[in-house]
Nanobody, 121 residues
Framework: QVQPVESGGGLVQPGGSLRLSCAASEHSYRFRAMAWYRQAPGKERELVADITDAGKVNYADSVKGRFTISRDNDKNTVYLQMTSLKPEDTAVYYC???????????????WGQGTQVTVSR
């Protein structure tokens, strides 16, 4: 299995926006649900959003209305568009490949390396 690769993190001011990308192989991506997690210092890794192969999405209450998860199967990429960022959004964001053949997102051990998002003045 090939690990997904996250990118797009960086430093942004509160209220700003950032788009994260998760690149994966066709074999590991196209027919699998995908998810974004984040882990802040001193906290456990938490599910932020997930998307099925059919495009059904789910969001954590803390990001609903601010974050949008999407996928582009032609590019083998999952995106997380983050807007109205808050300091509490600061974390390392990870991409996870869901288990196949489940139609709903089921976590696997296939994690990316993570990308740092820092929301600060």
């Amino acid at each position: 299995q090939v690990q997904p690769v996250e990118s797009g993190g960086g430093l942004v001011q509160p209220g700003g926006s950032l788009r994260l990308s998760c690149a994966a192989s066709e074999h590991s991506y196209r027919f699998r649900a995908m998810a974004w997690y984040r882990q802040a210092p001193g906290k456990e890794r938490e599910l932020v959003a997930d998307i099925t192969d059919a495009g059904k999405v789910n969001y954590a209450d803390s990001v609903k209305g601010r974050f949008t998860i999407s996928r582009d199967n032609d590019k083998n990429t999952v995106y997380l568009q983050m807007t109205s960022l808050k300091p509490e959004d600061t974390a390392v964001y990870y991409c996870n490949t869901g288990l196949k053949p489940y139609t709903q997102y089921i976590p696997s051990d296939n994690w990316g390396q993570g990308t740092q998002v820092t929301v600060s003045r």
